[in-house]
């Protein structure tokens, strides 16, 4: 069975891995709608962050010992972020506060330093390391430009990119290293991916869904519809969504601005470790990082700049249309010029992207 | 943007002195000796005839590749700092122009008619990746201009490969002028006064008609429109300027470099000569001169002299930390926390802090 | 009546934004020299109305004339050119150019395009230059703006810019001038100066002017005709005198109850 | 960090001499360095290189970058070149070309004029191939690239040097091999047809050159096309579904350690392990490889990255000779991470021992106030020298400037006596060790595949 040309389960085959890459792209590309919906930003950096928070959870996950001194940092990101970033509720008493705040400090240390379940303590580690990755970017670069031209911003972007590769390699070196988290261990005690899942006789062949990517997806859907859900129903995503809309206005109504931008480069980065680490672990965490950032602009620009659905949905179009392109036309075309035609054409036919906003000009 | 505070004791008795670029004599003497040093610099290098060596000869291949690159972003200037407009596919244009010098040359085509063709055919190419400002702005616009940074190298390793040899390096033949290579001193030369030239002719354009049109479409585009200007036209003009620079400025790596590929017109690229604009100081007709001066010289000068003794002192103050990883991390983190430093001190660009100290100093000893 | 012939004619246009009807048929002519004012109340349809007229916004029917040529389906840049300008209700001034700058770009239609001797800057671009600049500081003279030639208009004081945008129209050299709320937020005096300016202009250089103001007093002073809307529709036109003691003018200035 | 490195290694080491598992070692004199007629202490010889050891190519420069440190350090406790102190100076060029242009501007201009120069990426000998010439600067190149040494047509300036073979050789080499031992030693029916598939870029598309083509045609192999994708690529399934379509049964890879990882990954993910047999250039044997494939293993239960096979143009780590032990104990002396353990690691520390040789053999020529890159060069074009006690085989002339002794090498498991594979422990992680076994015992002369070479099909 021939679907223009092309055998059946080829195309299917290009059809589902295209989908499920376009997963951890989407992932990608919501850290960047993230922080441009926060501050207008375009961030060039993300890719950087992206190689900083897989190693930081390469780090985690593959050694056992971990000095108590990033324990305790670690855990002091995490005072930080509680003790400025969220409010609680306001019939909390000072000694309820304090209370909470150390039952949480002495919860993270002991899971940081517990080498048991490493993947429990690699996930708590990396969310708290990217977190402090993104409120320290934030804070050292990013703030002292508030009211530059938008320009020197994502200038800085760039620069802050440049700092975070001299840093990892300056820490971890350039070894592309193996990131097996989706995985058993076999009868030689080893770590082993799961099984691919194969479906025979799928238009004259079979169809092979890689297990690894499909829990990647399932995580980067999860992670969308977490976020739709914070940036409609809680405070924080609110205020976060006001600030994006107009942060004079924001400020004018008592929310903290400072406080929301710091807030979504934090999210952006732990978002850019989690992407970062679901693709290290279907192929290999290696220094080219950094250049699968770029290739998610076209998704990003795809689904509109500012748009959580679609960033998505850019995505999944994008890592369709590469595969599906490779498939018909070859790997040179496919995976090196479609995205960018479908981008072209996208810009011509509904400039603002498939979700972005149209605006109304007014004189 | 020209400043608001006149230096008194200066006069002008007709337009035609005002409108100088240099207008007063401190000016004058502050470019003729800038100039000076600059076309001095070969002499004062073990190369040149004195024997003097005051500057070390790798440094003239800086200033070649500064002179280059002031060209491709001066044009990057007039379409992003005075039109508004984002691009960025600079790199790729550069492209067009240096490998339609390199093919036209190997051809047998002279290079004094191969750079300029080159350079209108860069033009055409900027016209089409312009052509979607007629209904996008900002940011779609660059990523318009994005699909032009991997379309065009895709083009060249791949349909275009009988003539660019593909993803392997391109020769390109020397140029010659009368039978005379031009390589060495002469190429030297030849940049500076091209790049010189370049400068000037922004510069008139951006004092004349079409300036203050691409500056009305930054500023007000609406208004513009209203007033009389056709918007989309000049925004495409103002695609087309920038690309003939960019073309220019390639056909002219072409013949320094002698051998092209594709690799070297990459969106890293693109993003460095618009880094280059925004340490400039977007906007003001000094910012290439700024801008690609301090970027390439921390790169090529700066940073490589510093790496011997950071390389030697480095492993002794970070201990647990592998002297392979520390010389790989080097030249990221210097370039990267000087340019930090730089953007927090002034966001608004070199040019900007150079027209504030012009200021002060005029109007010292007050300083409002 | 024997009036001049019109020099601007709006016809029958109709502009909707999606469900709102921002202008509903309206019809009204402007004759060669005179001064006519828009008024109207908030939201009536003033600034939609210069709006279609100098070509940002395209109505969905109806025509426009200027000089008795079909203008509807011209582009906004070659009305220009054919003798409208305008000035902006919140002002649209190019910000980082100098007052000077901003002039000469609205000399932009009367320069000669030559590229390459602008790239050059010899000979005759540079004369051409010169004789713009000549125009233009004739009328910074005449706006009296001689101590801000040089200032960035971003820094200005709002009066200043407003006095700096009726200067651009004005480099123009247009045969009909639109002015769009010229002296909204002003004090008295600057409203004195702005009136006289307005005046001047309409005298000295003989422009058609057409004027959307909501200080009555003034309009009344210096308007000949009057033009008034309600949401959307005119609901009156005539002279000063008319207009004072139309009912339905009345009304909608004051409710229904009145 | 250190004692956790140091400790994988001590465990490894002894995990590989307890097993045995390396086939005999090859018969090696000791090390062969040629007597110094003068004597150089006091003095200071600098070795010069720059390259991208933060760009994309960090993964394979850093250990090479490595070696060179370890190399150094070591040869200067024995002495240094005839007693001479060995000086590195390094750059980095992040693989940029103008960093590349404007790093050997500057190298140019040092005094005294460097002897030679080491470079590592292809990209950068094939921009200074001609000014390399001009200044009179002898290259010795860690990459097989055939413009780079020999210009487009053949014919252009000789001052690069190859310290491997050419891609395109390796590729001739390898299909020679596959015609041979394809129905007898690999089992297989039909034909052997190669698809390409490899990065995309200059490097990726070093090996498909008509000249390749046509001789391994003439060789009885079809090369039935090529397929690319970028070293981002998160997934190959489409790319090898189309090279499959088109017949291949063999896939040829010119890629670094996550390429070719990706590859076998996806071969196993289609099912098609068996059926398809994956290779590759010198690179693809790799430690890096087989560390990096164990995350998936075939339905036999052993890496996917088992079973590859490739050009060994080089002795192996798992050799026992002379050099390697040597290699090994420097290696384990400076705490080098297991991952480190390639061939990056041995071409660095092969590097700086032909180095040396180079030199005194040079001094020994012309004296050492005569020392020049010209000179140097002269030395280079009649060279023959086995490196670290013939763990690299140079026998460079003339025209012939690359590295061309090659053997065909398989990358496998280290297994114990039961026939099981020995998983190791190392710095808490447990692991399979790869190790490369030679298919071919002997070196063979590559073929000469640059246009207008001896082997070029007409």
Redesign the interface.
């Known amino acids: 069975m021939e679907i223009f040309g092309q055998p059946g389960f080829a195309v299917v085959q290009g059809l589902v891995a295209g989908v499920l890459t376009g997963g951890i792209y989407a992932l990608i590309a919501l850290g960047i709608v993230i922080i441009n919906k926060a501050s207008g930003v375009f961030n060039f950096a993300h890719g950087y962050m992206m190689l900083l928070g897989a190693l930081i959870f390469w780090t985690f996950f593959q050694n056992q010992e971990l000095t108590p001194v990033v324990a305790f940092a670690l855990s002091g990101a995490l005072l930080t972020i509680l003790s400025t970033g969220i409010r609680y509720p306001a019939a909390w008493t000072r000694s309820g506060r304090v209370a909470f705040i150390a039952a949480a400090w002495a919860t993270v240390g002991f899971i940081l330093l517990q080498t048991d379940n490493l993947f429990l303590r690699a996930l708590v580690g990396t969310a708290l390391g990217a977190a402090l990755v993104g409120l320290l970017i934030e804070r050292l670069t990013i703030r002292p430009l508030i009211g530059q031209p938008l320009f020197a911003t994502v200038m800085m972007t760039l620069v802050v990119g440049e700092v975070l590769l001299g840093v990892t390699q300056l820490t971890w070196g350039s070894v592309d290293r193996s990131l097996p988290i989706f995985a058993t261990v076999n009868a030689l005690g080893l770590p082993q991916a799961y099984p691919p899942i194969r479906i025979r006789d799928v238009l004259g062949g079979t169809v092979v869904i890689k297990t690894e990517l499909l829990i990647a997806f399932g995580i980067a859907v999860a992670a969308f519809v977490g976020f739709v859900l914070f940036f409609r129903y809680t405070r924080l995503g609110l205020s976060m969504r006001a600030t994006a809309e107009n942060a004079d206005l924001a400020q004018a109504v008592g929310l903290r601005v400072r406080a929301v931008l710091a807030t979504a480069w934090a999210i952006a980065s732990v978002l850019a470790a989690l992407a970062a680490t679901l693709y290290s672990s279907s192929t290999a965490l290696s220094i080219t990082m950094p250049g699968l950032a770029l290739r998610v602009f076209p998704a990003v620009l795809l689904g509109g700049i500012e748009s959580i659905s679609g960033a998505f949905v850019g995505g999944i179009v994008i890592g369709v249309a590469e595969k599906l392109g490779t498939v018909y036309f070859g790997s040179d075309v496919g995976e090196q010029l479609i995205p960018f035609v479908v981008l072209m054409i996208v810009l011509i036919v509904r400039p603002s992207g498939l979700f972005g906003e149209e605006r109304i000009e007014r004189v | 943007m020209s400043a608001n505070i006149r230096p008194s004791g200066v006069f002008d008795t007709s337009y035609a002195q005002e409108m100088r670029i240099n207008r007063t004599r401190f000016d004058q003497i502050l470019s003729a000796g800038f100039l000076g040093v600059i076309l001095a610099l070969p002499l004062l290098s073990r190369s040149g005839p004195f024997g003097i060596d005051l500057v070390q000869p790798g440094f003239l291949g800086t200033v070649e590749r500064i002179a280059i690159l002031m060209i491709a972003v001066q044009g990057l200037n007039l379409l992003v700092g005075y039109t508004g407009q984002i691009t960025l596919g600079q790199a790729a244009f550069m492209a067009v122009g240096a490998y339609g010098t390199a093919i036209l040359m190997r051809h047998g085509v002279t290079f004094w008619f191969a750079l300029p063709i080159a350079a209108l055919f860069t033009g055409l190419v900027g016209l089409i990746f312009g052509l979607p400002s007629l209904r996008v702005k900002g940011f779609y616009l660059a990523m318009a201009t994005l699909a032009a940074q991997f379309i065009i190298p895709w083009l060249l390793r791949n349909p275009l490969a009988p003539l660019t040899n593909g993803a392997s390096p391109l020769p390109v033949p020397r140029a010659d002028l009368f039978g005379l290579e031009i390589s060495g001193l002469p190429l030297y030369y030849l940049l500076i006064i091209l790049s010189l030239l370049a400068m000037i002719a922004a510069r008139n354009i951006i004092r004349t008609r079409t300036g203050r049109a691409f500056v009305s479409i930054r500023d007000n585009d609406v208004a513009a429109e209203l007033l009389g200007i056709n918007v989309f036209a000049y925004k495409l003009r103002a695609f087309f300027i920038c690309a003939i620079y960019a073309g220019l400025a390639g056909g002219l790596m072409a013949i320094e470099a002698r051998s092209l590929s594709p690799d070297r017109f990459d969106l890293r690229n693109s993003i460095e000569l618009l880094a280059m604009l925004i340490v400039g100081g977007t906007g003001f007709p000094q910012a290439p001169i700024f801008g690609v001066s301090l970027l390439t010289i921390l790169r090529e000068t700066f940073i490589p002299s510093l790496t011997p003794s950071l390389q030697e002192w480095l492993p002794r103050l970070l201990p647990f930390v592998d002297s392979v990883n520390i010389n790989a991390a080097i030249a990221p983190i210097i370039f990267g926390a000087v340019l930090i430093a730089f953007l927090i001190i002034e966001p608004r660009g070199l040019a900007y802090r150079w027209e504030i100290l012009k200021i002060s100093w005029k109007i010292r000893p007050f300083s409002h | 009546m024997n009036q001049p012939a019109a020099k601007l004619r709006v016809q029958n246009i109709t502009l909707r ?1 999606g469900g709102v009807t921002a202008l509903n048929d309206v019809s009204f002519e402007v004759y060669q020299g005179e001064i006519l004012a828009l008024i109207g109340p908030n939201g009536a349809g003033k ?1 939609s109305c210069i ?1 279609s007229i ?3 916004y395209r109505p969905q029917s109806g025509r426009i004339f200027l000089d008795g040529r079909d203008i509807t389906n011209l ?3 070659q009305r ?2 054919l003798g409208l ?2 000035t ?3 002002i ?7 007052t000077l ?1 901003n002039l ?6 009367h ?1 000669r ?1 030559s ?1 390459i001797g ?4 010899w000979g005759m ?2 004369r051409e ?2 004789k713009h ?2 125009v233009v500081e004739e009328i910074i003279d005449f706006l009296e703006m001689q101590a801000i030639r ?3 208009v971003g ?1 200005l004081g709002y009066g200043l810019r407003k006095r700096v945008e009726l200067g ?2 004005l480099a ?1 050299e247009p045969s009909v001038l639109l002015l769009d709320e010229p002296m909204a937020g002003m004090n008295v005096e600057e409203k004195e100066d702005m009136a006289r300016f307005i005046l001047d202009i309409h005298e000295r250089r003989g422009v058609t002017i057409v004027l959307i103001e909501h200080d009555m007093g003034l309009v009344m002073d210096i308007a000949q005709r009057i033009v008034v809307l309600d949401f959307g529709r005119k609901i009156a036109e005539g002279t000063p005198q008319e207009i004072r003691t139309n009912q339905a003018v009345i009304n909608a200035y004051l409710g229904q109850a009145g | 960090m250190r004692i956790r490195f140091l400790s994988g290694i001590l465990v490894l080491a002894l995990a590989l001499m307890a097993l045995n598992a390396a086939p005999a070692a090859l018969a090696q004199g000791g090390m062969m360095r040629t007597e110094c007629k003068e004597d150089l202490t006091g003095k200071t010889i600098t070795l010069h290189t720059f390259g991208d050891l933060s760009g994309p190519f960090a993964p394979i420069t850093q250990p090479l970058a490595a070696g060179f440190a370890d190399a150094i350090k070591y040869y200067n406790e024995k002495g240094g070149i005839c007693g001479a102190k060995i000086a590195l100076q390094q750059d980095d060029t992040a693989g940029r070309q103008e960093q590349t242009q404007s790093l050997y501007q500057r190298y140019r201009a040092f005094d005294p004029k460097p002897l030679m120069l080491l470079l590592y990426s292809s990209a950068d000998a094939e921009l200074l191939r001609e000014q390399v010439a001009e200044d009179q600067i002898p290259v010795f190149l860690f990459a097989g690239s055939t413009i780079g040494l020999y210009g487009e047509k053949a014919d252009k300036p000789g001052w690069i040097f190859a310290g491997i073979p050419l891609y395109t050789d390796q590729f001739g080499a390898f299909c020679r091999w596959l015609s041979k031992a394809w129905t007898t030693e690999l089992g297989r029916s039909g034909k052997p047809k190669i698809g390409h598939l490899s990065w995309e870029g200059a490097f990726g598309r070093s090996t498909e050159t008509p000249e390749t083509t046509a001789y391994c045609a003439a060789q009885g192999v079809e090369v039935v096309g090529g397929e690319y994708f970028l070293p981002t690529a998160t997934d190959v399934t489409a790319q090898i579904n189309n090279l499959v379509k088109k017949g291949a049964n063999v896939l040829f890879t010119t890629s670094l350690a996550s390429g070719t990882a990706l590859i076998a990954r996806d071969l196993v993910t289609l099912g098609l392990e068996d059926e398809i047999l994956l290779s590759g250039v010198n690179w693809v044997l790799d430690s890096s490889v087989g560390l990096l494939g164990q995350a998936t293993l075939k339905p036999d239960g052993l890496p996917s990255t088992d079973n590859i096979y490739g050009i060994l143009p080089y002795v192996w780590w798992d050799e026992q000779t002379e050099g390697i032990k040597l290699v090994q104990e420097q290696f384990t002396a400076n705490q080098r991470p297991l991952t480190a353990r390639g061939i990056a690691y041995l071409a660095g520390f092969g590097a700086v021992d032909t180095y040396i040789e180079l030199i005194t053999r040079t001094v020994n020529r012309v004296g050492f106030a005569k020392l020049s890159g010209a000179e140097v060069k002269k030395t280079f074009e009649n060279f023959q020298y086995e490196a670290l006690g013939g763990v690299f085989k140079y026998n460079f002339t003339e025209t012939v400037r690359a590295q061309n002794q090659v053997r065909i090498g398989r990358l496998t498991y280290a297994r114990g006596a039961d026939g099981k594979p020995v998983v190791v422990e190392a710095g808490g992680r447990k692991l399979l060790v790869p190790v490369v076994v030679p298919v071919t015992k002997e070196f063979e002369t590559a073929p000469d595949l640059k246009p207008g070479g001896a082997d070029v099909v007409k």
């Open positions: 934004f600034t709006n100098s070509g940002f582009p906004p840049h220009a050119k300008s305008r902006f209700q919140n649209a001034l190019y910000t980082n150019a100098t700058d000469m770009a609205a000399r932009h239609i320069m395009p590229l602008e790239v050059i800057f671009a540079q230059e010169i600049r000549r040089k200032s960035i820094k651009r129209a123009l």
